[in-house]
């Protein structure tokens, strides 16, 4: 069965410093992996993606994150957070070699970024 | 583009009163799906339509709930004889591609009392 692990309810950094948001994964298959964002009081909204290729992906608003296939993790990560990348981050995956068409998320991780 | 829409954004009913909610996705989009989430959750997948044929559907989902999406455009889900455990922030995303990120609405919460 598919898994998302986002170990860290919250994840507190000071701005200007490097911020990592971790996600681990459970797949049969090949996943295709992503990370969104939440704004309170906004729809989530996609900042990338991993489908083949690259392992590191670089996406909006200069986060890029690493696949890890051996230690089956896609860690989100910037290399100086800005006190506007507080929000909720949530790790998704899909199994691609189930037949299934289900994503599933995490629990979502809370980054507060501190002035 | 004007992004996904859902209406109503928020909807109080009794318990064992039926809701229907409306998803407009993004026109050249052929994927389209439902979720829910709860307070400290996240997306949990309901149902999956690729243009009208509704292709995947949760286990979790009861028979109460059923989603449309004539001529595959936009989309309806309806909960009949709600509960308060049907409480919840009902979410529609649409996509492209076999690989395309999702594109979700800001969300219908739904509060039965």
């Known amino acids: 069965a598919q898994s998302v692990a986002q170990p860290e309810d919250q994840v507190n950094v000071a701005e200007g410093n490097p911020l990592t948001v971790k996600c681990t994964y459970s797949v049969s298959g090949n996943p295709y992996l992503f990370w969104y964002v939440q704004y309170p009081n906004r729809g989530l909204q996609f900042l990338l993606k991993?489908?083949?290729?690259?392992?590191l992906v670089k996406g909006s608003y200069g986060f890029e994150a690493e696949f890890n296939k051996s230690q089956t993790s896609f860690h989100l990560k910037k290399p100086s957070a800005l006190v506007s990348d507080s929000a909720l981050y949530f790790c998704a995956v899909r199994d691609t070699t189930s037949g299934t068409y289900k994503y599933i998320f995490g629990t979502g991780t809370r980054l507060k970024v501190l002035a | 583009d004007t992004g996904v829409s859902q209406n109503p954004r928020h909807k109080i009913t009794k318990r064992g009163q039926n809701v229907t909610f409306r998803c407009d996705p993004i026109?050249?989009?052929?994927?389209l799906y439902w979720y829910r989430q709860t307070l400290g959750q996240g997306p949990e997948f309901l149902t999956y339509f690729q243009n009208e044929a509704q292709l995947e559907k949760s286990r979790l989902l009861s028979d109460r709930f059923s989603a449309e999406r004539p001529k595959g455009s936009f989309s309806t889900l309806e909960i009949q004889r709600t509960e308060q455990g049907d409480s919840a922030m009902y979410l529609c995303?649409?996509?492209?591609?076999?690989?395309?990120?999702?594109?979700f609405g800001p969300g219908t919460r739904l509060t039965v009392t």
């Open positions: 995303a649409s996509s492209t591609g076999l690989a395309g990120e999702q594109y």
């Open positions: 991993y489908i083949t290729g690259d392992n």
């Open positions: 026109s050249e989009h052929n994927r």
